[in-house]
């Protein structure tokens, strides 16, 4: 039903900075919110940020005051922008879309995540 499809990523020095998009849904019928997620190698995916259908946002501690998420809702388009990245952000990048099925419960989707290198 839903396809979130990322892009974005790349190889980048410390301290630049890159911005991710994610071309999420082709409607936001039923839309619960939208999210970046991160898996490094060898570990599991964890919360980069999130935003609500209302434009609640969420951060990790650890992107807070580097990261920001934001949405389109014109295009249903998702963006993250990363500034001064660490070799730490380095990881595959996952777009997450919650579609709500009744008051209750919801279902994600998961894009096929874009590769984030960080160099020192």
């Known amino acids: 039903q839903v396809h979130p499809v990322e892009s974005g990523g790349g190889l980048v020095q410390s301290g630049g900075s890159l911005r991710l998009s994610c071309a999420a849904s082709?409607?936001?019928?039923?839309?619960?919110?939208m999210g970046w997620y991160r898996q490094a190698p060898g570990k599991e995916r964890e919360l980069v940020a999130t935003?609500?259908?209302?434009?609640?946002?969420n951060y990790a501690d650890s992107v807070k005051d580097r990261f920001t998420i934001s949405r389109d809702n014109a295009t249903n388009t998702l963006y993250l922008q990363m500034n001064n990245l660490k070799p730490e952000d380095t990881a595959v990048y996952y777009c997450?879309?919650?579609?709500?099925?009744?008051?209750?419960?919801?279902?994600?989707?998961w894009g096929q995540g874009t590769q984030v290198t960080v160099s020192s």
């Open positions: 997450n879309v919650e579609i709500s099925l009744d008051f209750y419960r919801f279902n994600r989707y």
């Open positions: 082709k409607s936001v019928d039923n839309l619960k919110g």
């Open positions: 935003i609500t259908s209302g434009g609640r946002i």
